[in-house]
């Protein structure tokens, strides 16, 4: 099987098409204050925000209006979640880094507050999967970024 879909992609671009409806990949991004869940939450290491950080490259900030250290959606065909985003310039331009480990994939109570919105783990589709060592694809997501309008409730 596996040698198959070898043969398959040798004739390939090596350019990943984009959906449109989905324009941004994001990655899983590491930082010093954060070790897997152990951080967010901690004020002398979140600065009390809470929010997990989400780096883009400032060309893609500025092309969809969005200022650094603001909150934004990102969505995925699966979910959405909240993330605090920052310029890097080192990233490639469509990428949207963020740090894993903030938040729960769900608040418990089935409603949707900032602390939930906050993970990763909502935009994993656990059906999306590799067929050879059945893990979830859980990077080279898909996903869309949206300011969150300020002001708006983040309940």
Not at 49 to 73: F, K, N, R, W
Not at 109 to 132: C, F, H, Q, W
Not at 136 to 143: E, I, T
Request: proline content about 8%.
């Amino acid at each position: 099987m596996m040698m198959q879909e070898l043969r398959d992609l040798k004739g390939a671009s090596a350019q990943p098409s984009v959906d449109p409806a989905f324009p941004f990949t994001l990655v899983c991004r590491r930082a010093n204050a954060y070790m897997n869940s152990v951080g967010p939450g901690m004020k002398g290491l979140d600065k009390g925000d809470g929010h997990p950080p989400a780096a883009m490259h400032p060309s893609d900030l500025e092309a969809l209006g969005i200022a650094p250290d603001s909150l934004v959606t990102i969505g995925s065909r699966h979910a959405t979640m909240l993330a605090r985003v920052e310029a890097d310039d080192s990233l490639r331009v469509g990428l949207v880094a963020v740090v894993h480990g903030f938040g729960a994939s769900s608040s418990g109570d089935g409603k949707r507050n900032a602390v939930a919105s906050g993970s990763v783990t909502r935009l994993v589709n656990m059906d999306e999967y590799d067929p050879i060592s059945g893990i979830p694809r859980m990077s080279a997501l898909p996903v869309t970024v949206q300011a969150v309008p300020t002001g708006a409730a983040m309940a």
